[in-house]
């Protein structure tokens, strides 16, 4: 029993579901999840390119001759550590607002700087 | 037998995003997206990529995890509640999904040998010479730091370039035993 | 946290074995999945867990704030001086095969040293963004 492309259908429900936490939520915490969500869906769709039926992790070994390509692999572990660097860096920046305005959340942000 | 786990893992996932759509209590959505996180990780050792799946259960259900729940006891813990979903970024979203499917229709099939990606030479090189050149079996630690070493310590310079960012945001108002608080310089 | 035992005692028996997998990790990423990152999260996984258990200050006593944001630099600073010292026996920046007197072994020292530097980067930058987390005083209302 073969997939298909359902892989990549549930894939970008995932990435859309993500997206739309970023543009319609406005606590900024729930943001950077949205982020998160996002970030983690586009890299399982660059992994499940990469796949090959029957074959394994990319690791030479004794009895396997199909392997799965090496080369998604390595370019998503730099985006992964990428990733958690801007969520830290979010994170910091989300700290420093809140003691600046006394909220995180953005229609509050806005009326703060609006009124001043 | 590996669809049915790919499947069953992508739905608890689609599940998973829903709540966390609707929840207000930001300490449940941090914990729901460390799980999300862990079964992202199940997914990927699905799809035999071990070092990613490794990699993101590390820092995805760890750090972030961890890194947010403090995030949330210096700030609040509830979202404010919204009115009705609204319209536009409902209908954002729709036409993007509806634009990405569109564009997904010629791709080959999940799992297929023939896929343009393995019919490339690089492949070929990676897979086959890689390990008599490098002399390394884990392929993946061969590219990344081999064949790739420059993309590398770009990367590990943006994790370091994050470590100044946060000490020069965070690092002026420490925490005293007594109460009092002290400016670093 | 001191007085709940169940998690002090388990992680007293935990912490030293967390170490050793982080060891175990950073070294045989050439041979099973592994390399300098997965190794830097879960070494600064232990220590996060450490300050958690036993608070802050003793976690602060254990890796002090200096020597964790010395060693970020000194990551970056021995990747970089690999490519420099290889630049400087003949080959390009980055080329490990010049490294030793046979390319295959000039591979292996250069894979090894570039992960170790990636992993005390990664073990830093994490013990260091959350002793800065953790060590913010939440602001009066």
């Known amino acids: 029993m073969s997939i298909g492309l359902f892989n990549y259908w549930i894939v970008i429900f995932l990435m859309m579901s993500g997206l739309y936490v970023v543009i319609s939520r406005g606590n900024l915490v729930k943001k950077i999840v949205g982020l998160n969500i996002f970030q983690v869906s586009v890299f399982m769709l660059y ?5 090959v039926r029957g074959g394994t992790a990319p690791i030479v070994g004794e009895g396997t001759e199909i392997y799965t390509h090496p080369l998604p692999s390595v370019l998503i ?3 992964i550590v990428v990733g958690v660097t801007t969520t830290a860096l979010g994170l910091a920046l989300i700290i420093r607002i809140q003691e600046a305005y006394g909220t995180i959340e953005e229609d509050e942000i806005h009326a703060q700087d609006d009124a001043a | 037998m590996i669809e049915i786990i790919d499947m069953a893992l992508l739905l608890f996932m689609v599940g998973m995003v829903v709540v966390i759509i609707r929840m207000q209590s930001l300490f449940a959505v941090v914990m729901l997206t460390g799980i999300f996180s862990l079964l992202s990780a199940g997914l990927f050792t699905v799809m035999d990529a071990v070092d990613v799946a490794f990699t993101e259960a590390a820092v995805g259900a760890g750090i972030s995890t961890v890194l947010m729940l403090a995030t949330l006891s210096l700030t609040t813990k509830q979202e404010k509640a919204s009115g009705p979903e609204p319209v536009l970024p409902m209908l954002v979203v729709l036409v993007t999904g509806g634009l990405l499917v569109y564009g997904t229709l010629h791709m080959p099939s999940f799992g297929d040998p023939d896929a343009p990606i393995h019919q490339h030479p690089l492949a070929e090189e990676y897979i086959e010479k890689s390990p008599e050149k490098v002399g390394v079996p884990n392929m993946v630690t061969s590219v990344l730091a081999s064949y790739r070493g420059y993309d590398t310590l770009g990367e590990t310079t943006v994790v370091f370039t994050g470590a100044v960012g946060v000490l020069l945001l965070l690092g002026g108002r420490t925490r005293r035993r007594d109460g009092a608080e002290e400016d670093q310089p | ?7 002090r005692i388990t992680s007293k028996l935990l912490i030293p074995y967390i170490l050793v997998f982080a060891l ?3 070294f045989h990423g050439d041979f099973g999945p592994g390399g300098g990152f997965q190794a830097g999260v879960i070494f600064g996984a232990a220590i996060i867990l450490f300050a958690i258990i036993f608070g802050l200050k003793e ?8 020597i964790a944001e010395i060693g970020t630099a000194l990551g970056v600073l021995l990747y970089a001086g690999v490519g420099v010292a290889s630049m400087l026996l003949g080959g390009q920046f980055l080329d490990y095969s010049v490294l030793a007197h ?17 992993g005390i980067t990664v073990t830093c930058v994490m013990i260091t963004i959350f002793f800065q987390f953790a060590g913010r005083e939440k602001a009066p209302e």
């Open chain 1, 77 to 79: 572990l730099t985006a």
């Open chain 1, 47 to 51: 992994i499940s390119m990469g796949k």
């Open chain 3, 59 to 66: 976690a602060k006593r254990v890796v002090p704030p200096r």
């Open chain 3, 102 to 118: 046979d390319p295959v072994h000039g591979q292996h020292l250069g894979i090894l040293l570039v992960e170790l530097g990636v």
């Open chain 3, 1 to 7: 946290m001191r007085h709940h035992s169940i998690p």
């Open chain 3, 24 to 26: 175990y990790v950073q």
